[in-house]
């Protein structure tokens, strides 16, 4: 199985700050990977899909890059409704695997 | 508007099997995976498997030692997940995602979620 590794698992910042979170996966992937967004008690919500690609509907302060095995997702400028958790998924190979989540919290 | 609901919550003893629907809306029903995916709390997401758009076979992750069994009733556009020798460690919330079956094969729309607690 491939995994994915995310730093830092907690991050605090303000609003206003720009923030990167990092995920690594322990062997190339391409570009298939995506970003979720998780607030409490709810569904995760995809952010970027083929690692930079922006969902519809979804701000412009977010974004991704990288490709192989190193990743980032960079908020720009955080927003109050930025604060959650947050997952990189790697969509290249079976079975599908998750990072262990970076929590943003103010 | 896409949209995947759900069953409700259920509560299971150890050893007894659980089994989760997925209706599925707005959207042609067999141009679409779904994918299964859980979580412990407090726990990362894990995948369980998938049932593959066109002729919807499904397909479960080996890391659930052939407990896991997904079907897709296409009439109803409905898919299910069952999960079987239920222990206290299957206690999570079991969400379904429609899933690309080309490009970059994200998950795009997910349901609301369906808690299944296993207690004595």
């Known amino acids: 199985d491939i995994q994915l590794t995310q730093s830092p698992s907690f991050l605090s910042a303000s609003v206003g700050d720009r923030v990167t979170i990092t995920c690594r996966a322990s062997?190339?992937?391409?570009?298939?990977l995506a970003w979720y967004q998780q607030k409490p008690g709810k569904a995760p919500k995809l952010l970027i899909y083929g690692a930079s690609t922006l969902q519809s509907g979804v701000p412009s302060r977010f974004s991704g890059s990288g490709s192989g095995t190193d990743f980032t997702l960079t908020i720009s400028s955080l927003q109050p409704e930025d604060f959650a958790t947050y997952y990189c998924?790697?969509?290249?190979?079976?079975?599908?695997?998750f990072g262990q989540g970076t929590k943003l919290e103010i | 508007q896409v949209h995947l609901v759900q069953s409700r919550a259920e509560v299971k003893k150890p050893g007894a099997s659980v089994k989760i629907s997925c209706k599925s809306s707005?959207?042609?029903?067999?141009?679409?995976?779904v994918h299964w995916v859980r979580q412990a709390p407090g726990q990362r997401l894990e995948w369980m498997g998938w049932?593959?758009?066109?002729?919807?076979?499904?397909e479960s992750s080996q890391n659930f030692q052939d407990r896991v069994i997904i079907t897709r009733d296409t009439s109803a556009t409905t898919d299910y997940v069952e999960l079987s020798s239920l222990t206290s460690e299957d206690t999570a919330v079991y969400y379904c995602?429609?899933?690309?079956?080309?490009?970059?094969?994200?998950?795009?729309?997910w349901g609301q979620g369906t808690l299944v607690t296993v207690s004595s």
């Open positions: 707005g959207y042609i029903f067999t141009d679409f995976a």
């Open positions: 998924q790697q969509l290249n190979s079976y079975p599908r695997t």
């Open positions: 995602a429609r899933g690309y079956s080309s490009g970059w094969l994200e998950f795009d729309y």
């Open positions: 049932i593959t758009s066109g002729n919807g076979n499904g």
């Open positions: 062997q190339g992937i391409s570009s298939f």
